[in-house]
């Protein structure tokens, strides 16, 4: 069984829960949406998969997404190929301070979209930022901007009291 903690130790840092708010702006830089998030992040003991990631969005106007993200992880990276994504995260081995991931995906079905991802995670582990930059055929189309901040490392508490709730 693979050590995904030691294959990736700055993936293990991002375990957890994350809360924060997504803002997108156009390629002449307009906001054109918002939304606040939770993010769950697992490295769990057992399973199919050694990395999930289970994305929880809710907008001002009372809907709501959840998107799910399981991952594969080989060559030192962790891969998704579902039916919203296809990709990879690595850590940024330039960084000398750590604190950087870069992901690329492209969305499932559409060949012209793909999306690079860098994750900024604060030395103390408890705030992280991540810009998106969407790339259709060449141009920029999107980009995103994350804020978050740690609930908690314990992931396994509030998936407990979320389905509690349901």
């Not at 156009?26 to 992040?41: G, P, Q």
């Not at 793909?114 to 604060?122: A, G, H, K, N, V």
């Not at 810009?131 to 980009?143: A, C, M, S």
Request: with cysteine; hydrophobic share 35%; aromatic share 12%.
């Amino acid at each position: 069984m693979i050590d995904i903690r030691h294959q990736m130790p700055l993936l293990a840092r991002h375990e957890g829960v994350w809360d924060g708010t997504y803002a997108y702006f156009d390629a002449e830089n307009e906001k054109v949406d918002e939304h606040a998030s939770r993010l769950i992040c697992r490295i769990p003991d057992d399973g199919p998969h050694l990395y999930h990631q289970t994305n929880h969005y809710t907008w001002d106007d009372g809907r709501k997404e959840i998107r799910d993200f399981p991952a594969e992880y080989r060559n030192g990276r962790l891969w998704w190929d579902n039916d919203l994504i296809q990709g990879w995260c690595s850590a940024v081995q330039l960084d000398k301070f750590d604190r950087t991931m870069m992901l690329y995906w492209q969305r499932t079905g559409d060949p012209d979209l793909y999306l690079y991802e860098m994750i900024q995670l604060s030395d103390d582990g408890e705030n992280r930022c991540r810009t998106w930059h969407w790339i259709r055929n060449g141009l920029l189309e999107t980009r995103t901007c994350i804020q978050e901040k740690l609930v908690t490392r314990d992931w396994r508490k509030i998936e407990a009291e979320m389905k509690e709730t349901a």
